[in-house]
Structure formats: C-alpha cells, structure tokens
C-alpha cells in the first residue's frame, strides 16, 4: 500500500517552537502551552464519536466526502468505520493496518515491516487522541489557547519519515478532538471534524477487530 492511500482510505521531549495564546497568556512558553492544553483534554480508555471527511485530491475538481463513525481505545489503535459512500471499515494499531471492505474482503499489513507506515500508524492514533505527549515527540509544535476551554495545535513533522508523506497538520478541540485539517507532501489535503463524542467500553466485535 502505497504512504498516501494510507491517509486518504476515510482516513517525548518538548519541542521549539512559537507559543501563540490570546491576550495576557502571550508571554508563556510553548511548554506551558501544551501543559494547559494537556490539562484541558480529557484521556478515557475509550472514545467514540462521528466523523465527517472531506479529501480534496489534485487533479479531481471535486472533493470526496465520506462519513461514519469512529472510535479510539488508549494503548490499542483506532478503529475508522466509513459509512458513505461506502462502508468500509480501518483498524490501526501500532503493529497492523488491517482494512476490512464488502463481502468480507480484508487486507492487513505488518507495520514491523513498515517502519514509516509504523510511524504514520502512532501519528494517527495520536492525532485522534490528542496525545499531546506523543506529537510532540514527532512535531514541532505552535500552540494556541482559545477562551477557557478550546486550544488548537499547528504542527510540522520533524519526523522524517513523516516529513516525506505530511507536510503540517493543524488540529483543534476542547475537552477532545474536534477537527483536523491534514495537509499531505503531495498536495492532497483532508478536512476531518468529529464530534458526538462519548465514552465507553470496547464492544466484543470491537475488541476482536484490535486483535490479542
């Protein structure tokens, strides 16, 4: 599977950067930042919501829009169920990328073979979760706070595994994710916002579909 169709299939040290913050907050450092956007995210073992994507592919005038549902269960993965226009359903773990389509046909690649599909893999499960710690392992970071719950993270790879698939993302939220903009190296681009979100336990089929 080729880096780019791994992000368009529906889908820690700190690091330098510019701290952004409204008014008296101007003076604080990018790591007091993240501390208070840290502070501000929620982390329950599992999360479950909405999605709605739109990928703006180059060469293709109009955007593709898919929607469906979503969940991500801290230490395990993401699971990415597409709804329409076409179900389909991504599991991504730190160790696989498994894709089940229609009539049961499934696909799964070992990310231990992968080295830079491992890291596109704890990018996305990251991303979804908010794991502040572990973006910034991998991005340089530029950090706003808005009003008294909302924060937003402008982030470029330094990764250069990642630097050679994604060129920034930017992302936003309150107490969980609520949109990210992915701005891919070859100038695809995708629009994601999710919301509905709730806590609770993993399913038995969504369970078995993270695997041992």
């Known amino acids: 599977m080729k880096r780019r169709s791994v992000l368009g299939i ?27 956007i840290d502070r501000r995210l929620e982390n329950p ?28 269960a801290r230490d ?10 076409f179900a389909s359903t991504v599991v991504v773990t730190r160790e696989r990328l498994l894709t089940l389509g229609q009539a049961g046909a499934s696909r799964q ?14 990018m996305l499960m990251a991303l979804l979760a908010g794991d502040v710690t572990a973006l910034t392992a991998r991005f340089d970071v530029q950090a706003t706070l808005q009003g008294a719950h909302g924060w937003r993270l402008a982030l470029t790879p330094r990764d250069a595994a990642l630097a050679g ?23 695809d681009a995708s629009s994601i916002r999710l919301f509905n979100p709730a806590s609770s336990g993993l399913s038995a089929t ?7």
Do not use: C
């Open 165 to 187: 698939v994604m060129a920034r993302i930017e992302l936003e939220g309150d107490r969980h994710v609520s949109a990210l903009s992915l701005h891919e190296a070859s100038g």
């Open 206 to 212: 969504e369970a078995e579909r993270f695997g041992p």
């Open 10 to 36: 529906s889908l820690a040290a700190l690091p330098t950067g510019r701290a952004i913050a409204d008014g008296p907050a101007l003076a604080r450092t990018t790591a007091d930042l993240l501390v208070e």
């Open 76 to 85: 395990r993965g993401v699971q990415w169920l597409t709804v329409q226009p």
């Open 109 to 122: 690649i070992d990310t231990r073979q992968e080295p830079g599909l491992r890291a596109i893999n704890e």
């Open 45 to 72: 073992a599992v999360l479950r919501g909405e999605f709605e994507q739109t990928k703006s592919i180059k060469g293709f005038k109009r955007p593709l829009v898919s929607r469906g549902t979503y969940v991500v």
